[in-house]
Nanobody, 115 residues
Framework: QVQLVQSGGGLVQSGGSLRLSCTASGSVSTIYAMAWYRQRPGKQRELVAA???????NYAGAVKGRFTISRDTDKNTVYLQMNSLKPEDTAVYYCNVRTIATMYWGQGTQVTVSS
């Protein structure tokens, strides 16, 4: 079992920055990939950024060049640095980790970008 606790998020003006954090506990040695998803109002949940155990990253086209996913292995924490935020980035952001057996989700955190 893996437990995820998210922090960060909030309200920011267009062009601003925020950083989301997600700390894992429990069977962290079984994690092989970590990611951030978001669900915008009226939309399905979508992948924002992913990071594998080997350090390979993948970004959605809409955030490439503005968002950065990173990790601190000592703290079992994955981050999402979001720069140049736009109103269309407004969403609930979810941390996600994958093990061989299953995946786990964080509790979600609201990010609101005002124009």
């Amino acid at each position: 079992q893996v437990q995820l606790v998210q922090s960060g998020g909030g309200l920011v003006q267009s062009g601003g920055s925020l950083r989301l954090s997600c700390t894992a506990s429990g069977s962290v040695s079984t994690i092989y990939a970590m990611a951030w998803y978001r669900q915008r109002p009226g939309k399905q949940r979508e992948l924002v950024a992913a990071l594998t155990r080997t350090g390979r990253t993948n970004y959605a086209g809409a955030v490439k060049g503005r968002f950065t996913i990173s990790r601190d292995t000592d703290k079992n924490t994955v981050y999402l640095q979001m720069n140049s935020l736009k109103p269309e980035d407004t969403a609930v952001y979810y941390c996600n980790v994958r093990t061989i057996a299953t995946m786990y989700w964080g509790q979600g955190t609201q990010v609101t970008v005002s124009s």
